[in-house]
């Protein structure tokens, strides 16, 4: 566009003589962002920043006091809240138990959906729908399902002879319950990134290496395995990152209990803030679980590179 | 369309107005609900206000009952305060005790023939302190039974209220009619208020049998579930869950308005629901226990905002929504913490859907209750009780430690 045009670079405007045309252009592209900065500003950098100073005060948000209590809040949650490391120890057992099921359940039916056959759009539709299907009436549906006694799945086993348990009312039992139901619903959106990877995948490949005599096995093994890397680093990511801001399921279906046995960080962090007010230490969990989600994707980041 | 047109006319003529000399203001009123002929009501107080003070409109505000404490508190803390509003009884302690409340007392003692004598001592324990008043109860609401006659018919025993005439109405008939019932009709015998009693509820499923046994749940900041009475109480629930199975059990649905259950506990603003339950039904007053009788009481009072703009307007338009007169319009939806209003023959003649003889019972039940437990720190009590409670709840759990365990974790937050 430039080429078309004579060459302005010194070319002054009569009615503002003082700007030259790169400072012209230069405030004409940040008068274009502005909108999005703004709202970048306003609604993500500032509260970022006042997280950071509710963190260090403790602030009832009922009274309006707020005083300046230093690193309290964090050395109490640290060293002192016997609660905060139980939270924290459900959060990690529910990452540790839906990213590798997420992501072993996503890839498998990636690799069955992803060619062409009659009726595979149906296939995805049906594996997608609970990604857009609402999480509360998820949460309901699914705690009619589990009920003790008369839940269809319990009734399901008991048909083939199972005593099956109060899915929702035994802590260890409801993590199950919570991690597999979350994955049911989430799967499909990790399905869909590894569908679209296997499909860029040229198919060369898997053809030239069938030529030279590779097994079914090793053709995955060896190409498209590691063709998918980039995607599974990207699905793990958000995968984890997810599992661990994880609340609205949680809040449907057991809202932390039985017996605190699925009262993870995001709602720990819910019911600090906004049941007990108590915004000053919600802040302060809110800035550790940031920490701790940045530090594991930093790790996961890393042992990408070190792989390739 | 049109009703934003209309919203944006009639801001546009607030602005207007506030801006002249002229003396109009707008009260906003914060309620939780959305029932059109409570707005009805309502909106009809805030007509009648008018003869007073012809420049003052009200303008009602419905946040959902889930949410209301938590979207008032925000509106407290960010500056938008309401200028009054309804509140929850397990919201007032801990609001007064904020300072966010403000004193009603000289508004209600300049309103002219208001009588604040006429409210009934238990139903304001929650609301005064001392001479100040921070709210005056609207609906002081007693739980009863509500029992599904057909079932009953069909197991052949006689109803809670014909129980209750004899004066056989305890907990130990109250047990054995949930097993029969269970038994002959293959329904459960009784739910759980909404079905919530393991979960939100846990207050309304406990509290009732351990009053009725002569214990409370705390008194005096010491926990009371570790006392005798309670834990017998709470055993006696623990066989009618696990050992009759009559008590729809943790983790199961049996809804009492759909037919599922015999019995339930709830309060009368739930006969809304019946027309459409289909089934013969009646309320009936709580079984008796070695405490006697031990009526318990779910209240909402309506307060002024200290951070309000308005306050001595809105403490006269408080005064004047709990006029005698007012107060009786409300009944039929709200009962009634005046004692003129409770004695009227109007009170239990006053609701449609409930004969009047089973409106004495929620009479009764007003005049002789103690309200539900509330406290400064009601949030971070119940989330301390709830896995202990949950732990009581499974078939095998020792009743006893689950309590101790329940009064260990609260103990230091009364």
């Known amino acids: 566009m430039a080429g078309a045009l004579p060459i302005r670079d010194t070319a002054r405007r009569e009615d503002a003589p003082w700007l030259t045309l790169k400072m012209r252009e230069a405030m004409e592209s940040w008068l274009f962002i502005s909108p999005t900065l703004a709202g970048f500003l306003i609604f993500f950098v500032g509260p970022l920043i006042a997280v950071v100073w509710y963190s260090l005060t403790e602030w009832n948000l009922l009274t309006q006091q707020a005083t300046f209590v230093g690193l309290d809040n964090y050395s109490d949650a640290l060293f002192r809240n016997p609660d905060f490391w139980h939270v924290i120890r459900n959060s990690v057992i529910f990452a540790i138990g839906l990213v590798p099921l997420n992501m072993a359940l996503a890839l498998s039916l990636a690799l069955a959906l992803s060619g062409r056959f009659a009726g595979v759009v149906i296939f995805r539709t049906v594996f997608f729908a609970p990604v857009v299907t609402s999480a509360v009436a998820w949460a309901i549906v699914w705690k009619f399902l589990l009920q003790g006694e008369a839940g269809f799945i319990n009734q399901m086993l008991a048909s083939i002879g199972i005593d099956g348990p109060n899915w929702l009312r035994e802590p260890n039992w409801a993590m199950a319950a919570v991690i597999v139901t979350r994955v049911i619903k989430m799967v499909g959106l990790n399905m869909i990134l590894y569908i679209a990877a296997l499909q860029a995948i040229p198919r060369d490949y898997a053809a030239a290496a069938r030529l030279e005599g590779a097994s079914g096995w090793q053709i995955f093994r060896w190409i498209i395995w590691p063709l998918l890397g980039p995607t599974t680093l990207v699905i793990m990511v958000i995968t984890t990152i997810g599992s661990f801001k994880v609340f609205d399921h949680i809040y449907q279906m057991t809202g932390g209990g039985p017996e605190n046995g699925t009262l993870v960080l995001a709602f720990y962090i819910y019911q600090q803030g906004f049941q007990f007010f108590d915004v000053g230490y919600a802040s302060a969990l809110a800035m550790i679980m940031f920490v701790v989600v940045m530090m594991l994707t930093i790790f996961q980041l890393v042992l990408r590179r070190r792989d390739t | ?414």
Not at chain 2, 25 to 50: C, D, P, Q, V, Y
Not at chain 2, 199 to 222: C, E, F, S, Y
Not at chain 2, 314 to 329: G, L, P, Y
Not at chain 2, 339 to 354: G, H, R
């Open chain 2, 1 to 414: 369309m049109k009703t934003t047109m209309k919203r944006m006319t009639t801001t546009v003529l607030a602005l207007g107005m506030m801006s002249g000399s002229l003396g109009a203001a707008e009260l906003r009123f914060t309620i939780w609900t959305g029932n059109e002929a409570h707005l009805k009501m309502l909106n009809g107080f805030a007509e009648s206000f008018k003869a007073k003070h012809p420049d003052v409109t009200v303008k009602y505000e419905t946040i959902p009952p889930g949410d209301y404490t938590q979207k008032l508190t925000f509106q407290l803390a960010g500056g938008n305060a309401p200028d009054a509003g309804w509140l929850m009884e397990d919201a007032a302690p801990t609001f007064a005790a904020a300072g966010v409340l403000d004193n009603l007392a000289p508004a209600l003692n300049k309103a002219q023939g208001y009588d604040f004598a006429d409210f009934s001592k238990p139903a304001l324990g929650l609301w005064t302190a001392g001479d100040k008043v921070y709210g005056v109860p609207f609906s002081t609401s007693p739980f009863v039974i509500f029992y599904n006659k057909d079932l009953f018919d069909k197991a052949g025993l006689e109803d809670p209220n014909a129980l209750a005439a004899k004066g056989q109405w305890n907990m130990a008939k109250f047990q054995e009619v949930s097993k029969k019932l269970k038994d002959a009709t293959g329904k459960w015998g009784f739910e759980f208020k909404d079905g919530q009693g393991y979960d939100t509820r846990i207050m309304h499923a406990l509290m009732p049998p351990i009053r009725a046994a002569g214990g409370d749940v705390w008194a005096n900041k010491q926990c009371g579930f570790d006392k005798p009475e309670a834990v017998a109480a709470v055993k006696q629930l623990h066989d009618m869950v696990f050992k009759d199975k009559s008590i729809v059990p943790p983790g199961e649905q049996g809804d009492y308005f759909s037919g599922g259950s015999a019995m339930t506990i709830n309060q009368i603003s739930r006969a809304s629901l019946m027309p459409k339950a289909g089934f013969k039904w009646g309320i009936a007053p709580l079984p008796t226990g070695a405490g006697g009788e031990s009526p318990v009481i779910g209240q909402a009072g309506i307060v002024v905002f200290s951070a309000g703009k308005q306050k001595e307007l809105a403490a006269e338009f408080v005064a004047h929504m709990t006029t005698k007169d007012n107060v009786a319009a409300a009944a039929q939806f709200f009962p009634p913490a005046r004692k003129s209003v409770l004695d009227s023959d109007a009170f239990t003649k006053s609701n449609n859907l409930i004969p009047p003889e089973q409106m004495k019972v929620v009479a009764d039940a007003i005049s002789k209750g103690k309200v539900l437990p509330a406290h400064e720190k009601s949030p971070q009590i119940l989330a301390a009780m709830k896995p202990r409670v949950d732990a009581l709840w499974r078939a095998n759990a020792d009743v006893e430690a689950s309590l101790k365990a329940v009064c260990t974790a609260i103990q230091p937050l009364l």
